[in-house]
């Protein structure tokens, strides 16, 4: 039985995958639309966040191993979920997402932290958009919205809890985009030129979080870009596809069983 915590697009896909091979695969997941849409495909899901020892707790009802696919920048979830494995003394795999390749540019800056994205906006100014989601917003809101030269518009996920929040941190109504992605290069081009862009904000979240087309709508409209690198997690046992996944599986369970 596979616990599999899915935090990406291409999540449900693998869940999928796996249970075709015969597994009972259980998902972890942090949204009732997350658990809604892997529910439809059949797979089981958990709602809510997991410390790691609540997690290591959980593994020892009958699991057999660990699959992470949660997003690149969730990392909490994947040191929680590295440490219960250990504890529960299972096997993780990381599947995660192929980086993208981002060409030097002039108009193109890459940082480290939030933190660092948050000062390098406020240097550019302007009109910023934010596409990093709603979790590190307030790093945004705190060091933006101050400054009557700056307007900040955040792209987020349509959730109440997320509307809730930029209500709290000040954001006004006017300057919230609530869809959902992915999205393509036309779309991001009509976004920068309705609200008239100056800086982008976003995650190097890899090919299917479709980074290079943000990137390319931004730069052929003269915009700057920054852009967040992906937390350094030493994931084990870390695959980029589907099929490495499986036989990274196949491989440790048969180790463990003495096979």
């Known amino acids: 039985m596979i616990f599999f915590l899915a935090g990406t697009s291409d999540a449900r896909e693998l869940a999928v995958k796996l249970q075709k091979t015969g597994r009972f695969v259980t998902a972890s997941v942090v949204t009732e639309n997350a658990a809604s849409e892997l529910e439809s495909a059949r797979i089981p899901a958990r709602i809510g966040r997991l410390a790691a020892d609540d997690m290591a707790l959980l593994l020892q009802t009958g699991y057999t191993a660990i699959v992470d696919a949660s997003h690149p920048f969730a990392e909490d979830a994947s040191r929680n979920a590295i440490q219960a494995a250990q504890k529960a003394g299972l096997p993780y795999i990381r599947y995660e997402r192929a980086g993208t390749q981002i060409e030097e540019h002039p108009l193109v800056t890459r940082v480290d932290t939030y933190e660092e994205a948050a000062d390098s906006a406020l240097d550019k100014g302007g009109v910023v958009l934010l596409t990093t989601g709603s ?21 987020m996920l349509p959730r109440m809890d997320n509307m809730e929040k930029c209500t709290a941190l000040g954001l006004p109504q006017k300057n919230i985009v609530a869809m959902q992605g992915p999205f393509t290069k036309e779309f991001d081009l009509a976004l920068y030129r309705h609200y008239g862009v100056t800086t982008t904000v976003m995650k190097e979240s890899g090919a299917i979080g479709a980074v290079a087309e943000k990137i390319e709508a931004a730069v052929s409209l003269g915009i700057e870009t920054i852009v967040i690198s992906r937390p350094p997690v030493n994931y084990p046992n870390q695959c980029e596809t589907f099929d490495q996944v499986i036989h990274t599986l196949n491989r440790l369970e048969e180790s463990k069983n003495g096979l």
């Open 135 to 155: 979790k590190t917003l307030q790093i945004f809101t705190e060091k933006l919205l101050p400054h009557e030269d700056i307007r900040l518009i955040a792209r």
